[in-house]
């Protein structure tokens, strides 16, 4: 089933202080409509959308239409984001070169139908391992928390990756179905490096004013690098190969850390403040929805007094919606395990 994949301009900002409301420039990435054969009794799939900011759900004003209007719901998937104030998990694995991080992320959705509404939705998901399986049926919620990885198969053996779909359903039983997401991320250490993707390129990056290296087991990979100095800065170049890719900060957050200023591609600063009563180490601090391209994240020493200190532990760039279109599902799920 082809995809069509549409352009997007701007992006959707989230530091764990604040959200500054930008999305993807009012551009959606949109999906052909899918030509299903009737394995659902009068289902016909809806053009599925990737978009950012969310859509509410059409309140319908008969559940019971007369009128069968042969379309269904349209349904809305926004990017991937991961818990911001989370702590990702120490890396693990059976090679010192192939270690992988678990990350928490969040999948959020929506749907309308101006005829009958839109009654439930599913949640499905495949592995090699385990097969198919229903995660939630016929559920009223529109987000999921699930735990994705950058997880190279121990030892370099290859990708083994977990995919996501979101069914929509109306009261007359028709479904759209998203496209697929994948449960792999990339994740650099502070100086650029991935360690387990050898295929994924390292960040190029430059500094200015005074950085040190701290070395603790408490932080990724066993290091994260500091500045003490105001105005003192760290940029990446990244290459976001697909569009809604999330790019996330990871530090350490502690009672005697400042503020970092956030920007991408020389926009607005995001103002994260690093300070916390209780340390706590590979905290996700700042998350921002990119378009397809090669940004530019800055982040800045603002030199808080007393505290003129902030760390860069991780850099992460989470999955995106786009994958293969599932090729069929049927609504009582003869050919999935419901259970």
Known sequence: MA???GTCSDSLESPIAEMDGHDLGGSMIKFARPSLPSFVAGAVCATVLVAVPAVAVVTA???N???FDGTGPSLTVQPAQFVLGQSIELPRGACADELYNSVGMRLSWDASDATSGVASYDVLTFDPESGNHVVAKRTTATTRDITVTNWNNDCGGGFVNTSWWVVARDHRGQTAISSELEDSIDVWDETGVDVVHDATPDLTLTRTGAWSTSKCT???????TYTSTKGGSITYSVIVDKPGRTLAIVAPISNNRGVMNVSVDGGAAAVFITYA???QNR??????????GTHTLKIVNAGTAGRGRIDVDSIMLGPAWGGEALAEYFVECPSWDCS
């Open 283 to 292: 905290t996700i601090v700042w998350q921002k929805s990119l378009a397809a």
């Open 218 to 224: 408490c932080h990724n990979l066993g290091t994260t």
């Open 65 to 67: 239409p007369s009128v």
């Open 61 to 63: 004003v008969d559940q």
């Open 277 to 279: 009563g209780t340390t």
């Open 3 to 5: 995809n069509g994949i």
